[in-house]
């Protein structure tokens, strides 16, 4: 293994200032801080874990997205997860700061991190697989892997989705939507496995023009509740994967007069405690959302100190609350224009 010294004479600055670049100074310029940790990557360098000050754990966020509330409850569970161990957290953007010619593990150092710890994301399943193959400490939320080097911690949403089907199925209803989000991951591909093993356990024949692609926030559930409803024969309830479609539809069958459950039941899902603060009480897939960010955190401990020896690849369970939004259907269905206003009851 390289040492600082053979660094500092490939770059030629000092061995002080090759130690100051590794731990992120801020003295140090980011022109010699990224070509530092090129050299230190082609040499194979590896910090020791004991070498800094201060310990840090990475968060990756997209900084063209903003945080939900997802996003907190995550960070919540991930700090309570690192504070024993008195880590702290640093948010970190690889697409927005990473130089084409440095691997992620010499990014990484060049800015004071043992471990990283990557959040559900559209481009994050590549980023995943990438990070783990140069072995630098890295757990994914809300995706499972098959490679087995990858560290992983996900909930389990198949059975919990099928059990909320069946619900529905069971007061009565047989035309049911879903609202999924436009981009495909195993989180999501698990619910819809959840809700086509339910209607064929009930002998109900899978209709592909009562699932919808919407963005998923309370605007794409606007968006899936006028598109289901103003089908010629509409869905009796509909079942929306993400929290935020449920509150949107929920907030545009009020304004266009809808009763929920008694015109239309409405199930989606919570990471937190906001079903309970809509009115009517969403019935929803609950997710334990802190305790995903929890349990990463922890296991990314023991993968800086050298304890946990094989990747995390771990399925939480998620459990089904019925609260006051799901009901028998009428025998009429509702329709609605395509731009919501209400048709016909």
């Known amino acids: 293994m390289a040492s600082v010294r053979e660094i500092a004479r490939k770059t030629g600055v000092s061995a002080?200032?090759?130690?100051?670049?590794?731990?992120?100074?801020?003295d140090i310029s980011e022109e010699t801080r990224r070509r530092v940790a090129l050299a230190a990557n082609e040499a194979g360098y590896a910090m020791p874990f004991s070498a800094r000050h201060k310990c840090c754990v990475g968060l990756v966020v997209d900084n063209h997205r903003a945080l939900n509330l997802y996003d907190c409850l995550l960070l919540n569970g991930i700090r309570r997860g690192l504070h024993a161990a008195r880590l702290d957290v640093q948010f970190v953007d690889v697409t927005r700061d990473m130089n084409v010619a440095e691997s992620h593990t010499a990014f990484f150092q060049s800015r004071g991190l043992h471990g990283v710890i990557i959040p559900p994301g559209s481009n994050n399943r590549r980023l995943s697989l990438d990070i783990a193959e140069e072995g630098f400490p890295c757990v994914t939320i809300a995706e499972r892997f098959e490679e087995p080097n990858v560290a992983y911690v996900c909930c389990d949403t198949s059975g919990a989705?099928?059990?909320?089907?069946?619900?529905?199925?069971?007061?009565?209803?047989?035309?049911?939507?879903?609202?999924l989000p436009p981009f495909s991951d195993h989180d999501h591909e698990d619910r819809l496995e959840g809700y086509r093993r339910s209607l064929k356990s009930h002998g109900i024949e899978f209709d592909g023009s009562l699932v919808v692609r919407v963005d998923p926030t309370p605007e794409g559930g606007i968006a899936a509740l006028n598109e289901l409803l103003s089908k010629r024969q509409p869905p009796t309830a509909i079942f929306f994967a993400d929290p935020y479609p449920a509150v949107g539809a929920l907030s545009r069958a009020q304004a266009a007069g809808l009763s929920v459950p008694g015109q239309l039941s409405v199930l989606?899902?919570?990471?937190?405690?906001?079903?309970?603060?809509?009115?009517?009480?969403?019935?929803?897939?609950?997710?334990?959302?802190?305790?995903l960010g929890y349990e990463a955190a922890f296991w990314m401990l023991g993968a800086i100190g050298g304890w946990s020896e094989e990747p995390i690849r771990r399925l939480l369970p998620a459990t089904l609350e019925i609260?006051?939004?799901?009901?028998?259907?009428t025998g009429d269905p509702v329709r609605v224009q395509p731009d919501g206003m209400l048709l016909t009851h």
């Open 16 to 26: 002080a200032t090759v130690s100051r670049a590794l731990n992120n100074h801020p």
């Open 161 to 179: 989705s099928k059990r909320a089907i069946d619900h529905l199925i069971d007061l009565g209803h047989e035309r049911i939507g879903l609202a």
């Open 268 to 291: 989606g899902f919570d990471d937190g405690r906001m079903r309970r603060q809509l009115n009517p009480m969403l019935s929803a897939i609950c997710q334990p959302t802190e305790e």
């Open 323 to 329: 609260n006051q939004t799901t009901g028998v259907p």
